[in-house]
């Protein structure tokens, strides 16, 4: 039996599907005049599938409750705080919906050059808050959510922050993603979606970090918009057969085939209807499941491939310590990287433009040498894929490129085995062995007979085995490369790619000083603050939100006495946030009748986080020799610690255990704990910063000269009023210059003292007694078993005690001596409040809205593209 389908039946499904496809960001493409191309149907009916922002009190509750009925399938009285939470995030969603659809809308008329911001981490933070704030909705939703019989706090407490990211590299690509749509930039991110992420912190009873898998997908994420129909293949091993038609190319067969399918996070601009994208790539298998293993009773055969896959994308930085977590990472690189290029390639030739424009179109930055790979494999698409011959490829490549360089540590520098890139990807080593002859036959041209300087400059190390230099990649096929300081950045070219300034001349290296977004930096995370800057200056937080210089208009109000009343109430109201929090989650109970001192970063031993540990102890020997009433004239400290140890790193590691024991035996000493706490937070996140920064009198920046590109940690303390005691490196120097030294407290060696000290330590040794006393009284205190087995520290205190690469033994002296500086400074109440004012009032410079434009004017060469707000 046959059956007829009505023609007005079909008709009225095609409008729906066209409704669906336009609020679901389908749009329309350009033709090479630049005419739109809708797809079937009038553009009357797609337009008309668009929907105006819910910006009415009633609106919002409309939609809560629509979710919750219909996307959620709940009713009101079973309603919890997360289901509550999950209905408010679609519908703040349902409006970034409305926006991001007019913003690619408005990219594909206009067709403008685009950039492209390349990171292996968005450390995004919680979303719901941040995108009610851009918005300008968000009291709009505080009075719905409450209408509704829910507290905008608790549904804000619901949301785990996302596992894409683990410290500064993360943090600053997501501000950077928040000021590109700020600034109505075109840029996209491109990262991975990781199943995992870096891993949920733990600490042990003995004080040890523990791993535990963080499931952050484990709920509905409402943020994300899968795209199963976006996806593209990337291989990996095989055979890569070189063609003999002199054209270089080769035919790369065989091997694994997995899928890159996309996952979109829409990030909202503050203050304008501009929501640009944030892609993701999930791994999938190309053919899943195999059945006829099953069959066959071959389970662990039959879902291989599968595993194999999802592997790509299930935790970030996999422990690289072992052959399969090596190969593993390279996987991830290139994986990443390739379906970003298919992405962006196939934006690009919509155009319908010619491949040599590609560059007037599409700028690349490379965020650190993690997507270095990009490189060899656009290569590979231009001159296997295009037909283009190797010269004209690397031009378009070499135009297309920007290098961010956040490192000047040797051992920092990527490198990968050749035999595993042979391995893994054996025509992208092809390529890269092509690059480097061609590349070192312009070397040996300028500076014939210099083969010292070959050695250098070559993208091949030699040695058992040989490894490739990414650092020296990214250099060579990037049009710019930049440090993120400037300190850092003289470092760049002065030393780890000087002989690359000398052979590509000076003009091609540059620096860009990082920056914060200051909406989840101050407005978002210290609301109170944000709320009395507004009033003190007369402005809208609408304005000095977007031009951070505003804030200099505070520094007459440091001689206001209600105004610093004001302001000394407010980071007491957040150091009683901060204790609640750690009340709440740690049982444990901090004072706020103190000084908070506060670092939080990664531990890695160049950060020195074992400096401000041992000086910690210290602290605690010097009250315990006191008497009752020396110490009651002394200044009361709580010090707080928070940060993640990657997994392998054993002495990271002994120094998280080392600050959990000195915390237990400091915090139960009866006669210290009124003057001194100690506190190590776990599972450092982004909401954990919300909440320690702006608490924070003093924060810590204690990084060896010379190690610390950058920094951003220390912008988000000035930024809320938070004093920096550091060394003289990265930003700091930086801060300083904008917020005058008097407001600063440095210590330390300088830079350029750092390797004769180094030398001296290993050709001219002195016993550490001989040297430092204070600090050779704390080790032994710690070895003879104050703070438990001193034994099991011996490995933490050796790197002290021998060798000393992170100068401890030079620059202890001097940072106990800044500590006192520090306690004398805050015993003056109100000075110390002018200092905190003047230190917020100088911090203009350091928004990451000057540091995008910086890029999008000097680098990429794209303008904003403003978009018409919704109706």
Not at 92 to 110: A, S
Not at 479 to 502: C, M, P, W, Y
Not at 799 to 820: E, K, M, N
Not at 829 to 856: C, H, N, P, Q, V
Request: hydrophobic residues 40%; charged residues 25%; glycine residues 6%.
């Amino acid at each position: 039996m046959t059956s007829t389908i009505d023609p007005a039946t079909i008709g009225k499904a095609n409008r729906a599907r066209r409704h669906v496809r336009t609020l679901t960001g389908y749009l329309p493409e350009t033709d090479a005049s630049g005419k739109e191309q809708w797809p079937k149907g009038d553009e009357k009916v797609w337009r008309a599938g668009t929907r105006g922002l819910d910006t009415d009190v009633p609106s919002i509750t409309k939609t809560f409750v629509n979710h919750v009925q219909t996307s959620l399938a709940r009713q009101a009285y079973n309603l919890d705080n997360l289901g509550a939470y999950q209905a408010a995030a679609l519908s703040v969603r349902d409006n970034l919906l409305v926006n991001w659809n007019e913003t690619q809308m408005n990219y594909t008329r206009k067709a403008p050059k685009r950039a492209y911001y390349l990171s292996l981490e968005f450390l995004m933070g919680r979303t719901l808050d941040n995108a009610m704030l851009n918005l300008g909705l968000k009291d709009k939703y505080v009075e719905g959510v409450k209408k509704l019989g829910f507290s905008i706090e608790d549904i804000l407490e619901q949301e785990r922050d996302a596992a894409l990211g683990n410290g500064g590299l993360g943090r600053l690509a997501a501000c950077y993603l928040d000021s590109s749509a700020s600034q109505e930039l075109p840029v996209w991110g491109y990262g991975l979606r990781y199943k995992y992420g870096i891993f949920q912190q733990l600490i042990s009873p003995e004080g040890n970090q523990l791993e535990a898998p963080d499931p952050w997908l484990d709920n509905q994420n409402p943020w994300e918009l899968p795209r199963l129909d976006v996806s593209y293949e990337v291989r990996f091993y095989g055979s890569a057969d070189r063609l003999n038609d002199g054209s270089g190319r080769s035919n790369w067969h065989g091997g694994q085939e997995v899928l890159a399918v996309a996952y979109d996070v829409m990030i909202p601009g503050y203050n304008t209807p501009t929501t640009n994208n944030l892609r993701l790539w999930e791994s999938k298998p190309k053919r899943g499941f195999d059945l006829n293993s099953f069959n066959a009773g071959d389970y662990e055969h039959a879902v291989e491939s599968s595993n194999s896959a999802a592997a790509i994308t299930s935790v970030l930085y996999p422990n690289d310590h072992t052959s399969f977590g090596k190969e593993l990472r390279l996987k991830q690189q290139y994986f990443w990287t390739a379906a970003s290029l298919q992405d962006i390639i196939r934006r690009f030739k919509n155009l319908g433009k010619p491949i040599t424009e590609f560059p007037d179109y599409a700028a690349i930055q490379l965020n650190d040498t993690h997507p270095t790979l990009a490189i060899p494999e656009l290569m590979r698409v231009l001159i296997d894929d295009e037909d283009l011959d190797w010269g004209t490829a690397w031009q378009i490549v070499t135009n297309t490129f920007f290098y961010t360089n956040h490192t000047v540590l040797p051992e920092a520098l990527e490198k990968w085995p050749v035999p595993l890139i042979e391995h893994v990807l054996p025509r992208h080593m092809q390529i890269i062995y092509d690059i480097n002859l061609f590349f070192l036959q312009a070397v040996e041209k300028k500076f014939p007979d210099d083969r010292d300087r070959l050695s250098r400059m070559s993208l091949i190390e030699e040695g058992q085995p040989k490894q490739v230099r990414m650092a020296h990649l990214a250099c060579i096929g990037s049009r710019k490369v930049n440090g993120v300081a400037e300190l850092h950045s003289d470092l760049v070219q002065t030393t780890i790619l000087k002989d690359f300034v000398e052979f590509e001349g000076v003009s091609k290296f540059g620096n860009v000083t990082n920056g914060i977004t200051p909406r989840r930096w101050l407005d978002q995370c210290n609301p109170e603050l944000s709320a009395l800057i507004s009033k003190t200056l007369k402005l809208d937080k609408n304005v000095w939100l977007k031009d951070l210089t505003k804030l200099e208009g505070l520094l007459p109000f440091a001689e206001d006495k209600k105004f610093r009343t004001e302001w000394a109430a407010i980071k007491q109201r957040n150091k009683e946030r901060l204790a609640h929090h750690v009340q709440t989650t740690l049982g444990l109970t901090v004072r706020t009748d103190a000084m908070y001192d506060v670092q939080i970063k990664r531990l890695h031993e160049y950060k020195r986080q074992t400096l401000n540990i041992l000086g910690v102890i210290h602290r605690y020997l010097t009250l315990k020799a006191m008497t009752t009433a020396e110490r009651a004239k002394t200044n009361r400290r709580v010090v707080f610690f928070a940060g993640k140890a990657a997994p392998a790193y054993y002495i990271a590691k002994l120094t998280i255990r080392l600050i959990v024991n000195v915390a237990r035996v400091i915090n139960a000493d009866p006669d210290t704990k009124d003057f001194l706490q100690l506190y190590f937070l776990p599972d450092y996140s982004v909401s954990l910063a919300e909440v320690l920064i702006p608490a924070s009198d003093i924060s810590q920046h204690i990084s060896t000269a010379g190690t610390e590109a950058s920094g951003t940690s220390n912008m988000k303390f000035c930024l809320n009023g938070g004093l920096l005691l550091g060394t003289v490196d990265g930003a700091n120097i930086e801060i300083a210059e904008e917020v005058g030294e008097s407001n600063v407290f440095f210590f330390g060696h300088l830079t350029p003292a750092v390797e004769d000290l180094r030398h001296q330590h290993l050709y001219h040794p002195v016993p550490i007694e001989e040297k430092c006393p204070a600090l050779a009284n704390v080790l032994n205190e710690v070895s003879k078993g104050l703070f438990g087995d001193g034994g099991v520290y011996e490995p933490l205190l050796n790197t002290v005690r021998h060798g000393d690469y992170y100068l401890l033994t030079d620059d202890f002296d001097s940072y106990i001596a800044a500590l006192a500086m520090v306690d004398e400074a805050y015993l003056d109440t109100e000075e110390w409040i002018k200092k905190s004012i003047r230190t917020t009032a100088k911090m203009g410079k350091f928004s990451s809205d000057r540091a995008i434009l910086e890029y999008a004017e000097s680098y990429w060469n794209i303008e904003a593209i403003p978009v018409a707000a919704a109706k």
